[in-house]
């Protein structure tokens, strides 16, 4: 998923197939390696993972906040962030 809507496309081939408001069309595009997985290096860049920092994620957690109001809206403060879920599965965050 990328801000022109939906690709698919495959590891062994450079075809691809963007699906968004205009309908389904194909391109062609080259890839340099299609064989490494480059995911891992992009989702853990700059954060703090690892057993070093299980402390402040269960302190962060300990320190979090829930309630749920009278029209059902679910709503979490974790690190000072609020979190809201309406009923119909709407999810909002703001700096609380």
Same mark, same amino acid.
């Given at each position: 998923?990328?801000?022109?809507?939906?690709?698919?496309?495959?590891?062994?081939?450079?075809?691809?197939?963007?699906? @968004?408001?205009?309908?389904?069309?194909?391109?062609? @595009?080259?890839?340099?390696?299609?064989?490494?997985?480059?995911?891992?290096?992009?989702?853990?860049? @700059?954060?703090?993972?690892?057993?070093?920092?299980?402390?402040?994620?269960?302190?962060?957690?300990?320190?979090?906040?829930?309630?749920?109001? @009278?029209?059902?809206?679910?709503?979490?403060?974790?690190?000072?962030?609020?979190?809201?879920?309406?009923?119909?599965?709407?999810?909002?965050?703001?700096?609380?």
């Amino acid at each position: 998923m990328w801000y022109k809507g939906v690709s698919f496309s495959s590891a062994q081939c450079a075809l691809i197939y963007l699906v @968004d408001s205009a309908g389904t069309r194909t391109t062609t @595009d080259h890839f340099s390696e299609l064989n490494c997985d480059f995911s891992l290096p992009i989702f853990y860049n @700059d954060c703090r993972y690892g057993p070093m920092h299980v402390q402040e994620a269960v302190e962060t957690l300990k320190a979090a906040q829930y309630w749920s109001t @009278d029209d059902g809206v679910e709503n979490w403060i974790i690190n000072n962030i609020r979190i809201s879920q309406t009923t119909d599965g709407l999810v909002r965050y703001l700096a609380a």
